[in-house]
Structures are given as C-alpha cells and as structure tokens.
C-alpha cells in the first residue's frame, strides 16, 4: 500500500460515521442482508442473459430478456452503496485485505466487460437475437468472462475474512 | 435442555476439525463460497423468473421457455444442500442451538414448496397463452420473493444470533 493510504484509513477508521456504521451489529446485519439481495438481482438477470448468449434457453429472444437490466443495475448499486458503508465502517480491515482489492479488481474487470459489450457493437448484433438464433462467438466470450468475473467477485467476497491483516500498512 | 452430546462428537471428528482448522483454502470459507453461489444461483434463477411473472419483460418475453430456469434452480439448490451439510459437519452445535436456523430452513422449505408449485401450476398446462399462465402464479411469484428474502436474511442472521461457537464454548461476548 502506498504510504499516504494508512493515515487517510487511520483517519476515517476514527470518524463519527464510521463508528456509527460499526455500532449495531443489526444494522452491520442489515446491510449484509442487502448485499446478498443485491447479488441476487444482480446475478439473477445477468446470469440469464449471459447463459442465452451461451445458448442456454435458446428460444427465449433476447431483446426482451435485456428489458430486465435495471434490475440488475438496482442490485449492483445497492451493492455499491452497502460495500461502500461496509468500507467506511471497517477501512482498517478492508484496506489490508488481499481478497477485498482481488475483488475490487474482479468488478473492475466486469465492468471494463460491460463496457466493451457495450461500446464495440457486440450488443447490436445480439439485441435482435430471435427464438433460437445463436449469439456470435464475440458475445459468447463476453458472457463467459462475464459468468467467471460475477462468479469470482462473489467467492472472494466471501475469502475477505480469511485475508485479513493479509497487506503491510508499509508504516 | 442439554446441548446433545453428538455434537461435540462431531466437532472433534476428524472431517469436522479438518473444515474448520485446515491452512488449504479449500476449507471452511471455500464451502462458505460455494453455498454463496449455489444461492446466486437458486434465488436468481427464481428471481428471474418471479419478475416475468409478474409482468416486467412481459411485452416480448414468452413464459413458456423460462420453465427450463427450474433447473438451475435445481442445481443451486442441490450445492446448497451438499456445502449445507458440511457446513453443519463443521459447526453443528453454533447452527442447532440457534433457533434462528430452524427459521431459515423453514424459509427455504416454504420457497422450495412454492417453488415447486409455481412450476406445476404455471407451467403445467402447455395449452394455455403466456397471459393466462401469468395468471396463475401471480401469488405464488410475490410468496417467492418474498420467502427468498426471508431465507437469505435469516441466513445472515445466523451469524449474529448465534450462542455456542462450539460444544461448551459459548459466543465471544455470550
């Protein structure tokens, strides 16, 4: 970790909001609980969508599969919110841990995944994917990359407790 | 009532120790994450399908096809199942003396059945148009949604509410 890092997270691990994120163990509960419901949403509607472009119920079309997105967006930003009071609350904790930054990584890449599905017309040849019509292998490799990526966040979601204290603070 | 004596015997088995205190990363938080995706999978399998049911995407979305999801929802369910029992192996005394996990098991046998029934009820009849099989498990798909979030928070829960880590020792701070 560079050297500024640790008395920025020595910092905000002292701050009011942190603290109180840290208080209840209820409400540390509950944004858990929201995370889990996050992922569910989010890997629900992606995963479906990932597996019709890897064939999985084929004579599903996919335009209207795609309708189902925003969903997926409100899970991924309940994640967002909730990881990001989760890191707020224990900064210490997360900032040394090789699984929280091996997971950082992992949406990154996800996201660098939808950008590329996105940005270079691969969506454009799959949005109008009928009953039974296959996907081009450009769209398949994004939906596997994308199942691994989602697939990989998760696991090492679940590692963080394990690489605690697992980064030198370099102090 | 007396903590049954079983699950010390289980907790100092050989397989149960190894979970538990084992360097490999396979151990305990690898059973740990496969129980994760194996509920990735079952809830968002049946999330998925509960929101065409319940209209979103409706408008070019034909129910029919979405009956072959019952079989990822299978599949997660069976990983869950499988890394469930080694989860137990592992800690039985923290999860039985929980009341809080005879809540959650409930929760997931009440949306197994619904589950189940969605798919008879909706998806039973071949004959019938997307609209008219919609209608049929406009209930069942709220209850889904519904129990599923109640699994999962119960679930969560579990490690808050817990009052032995093992047989005889009770919770840090109990």
Redesign the interface.
């Known amino acids: 970790m560079p050297s500024f890092t640790h008395p920025f997270v020595v910092w905000l691990a002292h701050t009011k909001f942190s603290e109180l994120m840290v208080q209840s163990k209820w409400w540390w509960a509950f944004m858990m609980d929201m995370h889990f419901i996050g992922l569910s949403l989010l890997i629900g509607v992606i995963g479906a969508l990932d597996l019709r472009m890897l064939g999985f119920a084929k004579d599903i079309p996919l335009a209207p599969m795609h309708k189902l997105v925003p969903f997926a967006i409100v899970g991924f930003v309940i994640n967002l919110i909730t990881g990001v009071l989760a890191f707020i609350g224990m900064p210490i904790f997360y900032t040394y841990d090789t699984a929280f930054w091996l997971k950082m990584f992992a949406i990154l890449l996800a996201g660098v995944n939808v950008g590329v599905f996105y940005l270079t017309g691969v969506f454009r040849k799959v949005e109008g994917l009928g009953a039974g019509e296959d996907a081009p292998i450009s769209a398949k490799l994004i939906a596997a990359s994308s199942m691994f990526l989602w697939i990989s966040v998760i696991m090492l979601g679940r590692y963080i407790q394990v690489f605690e204290d697992t980064i030198s603070s370099g102090r | 009532m007396d903590v049954p004596q079983i699950f010390q015997t289980i907790e100092q088995s050989g397989l149960s120790t190894w979970i538990r205190e084992t360097d490999s ?1 396979f151990g305990f ?1 690898f059973i ?3 129980h ?2 194996g ?3 079952l ?6 399908v509960d ?2 049911i319940l209209g ?7 129910l ?3 009956k ?2 019952f079989s ?1 929802m299978w599949w997660g369910f069976a990983i869950n199942a499988v890394t469930g029992v080694f989860l137990l192996i592992a800690y039985p005394t923290k999860a039985f003396t929980n009341p809080m996990f005879y809540i959650k098991l409930a929760c997931i046998a009440a949306a197994i059945v619904v589950m189940q029934k969605t798919k008879t009820r909706v998806f039973g009849d071949s004959n019938l148009s997307d609209k008219a099989m919609a209608a049929r498990g406009t209930t069942l798909a709220v209850c889904s949604l519904a129990l ?2 109640a699994a ?2 119960t ?3 579990l ?2 509410t817990y009052t032995y880590l093992f047989y005889g020792h009770l919770a840090p701070g109990g």
């Open positions: 990363l938080y740990l994450a496969l994760t995706v509920l990735a999978m809830v968002g399998a049946n999330t998925f929101l065409r979103f995407g409706s408008a070019a979305m034909p029919k096809p979405l072959q999801y990822i599923w979030v999962l928070t679930g969560r829960l490690a808050y």
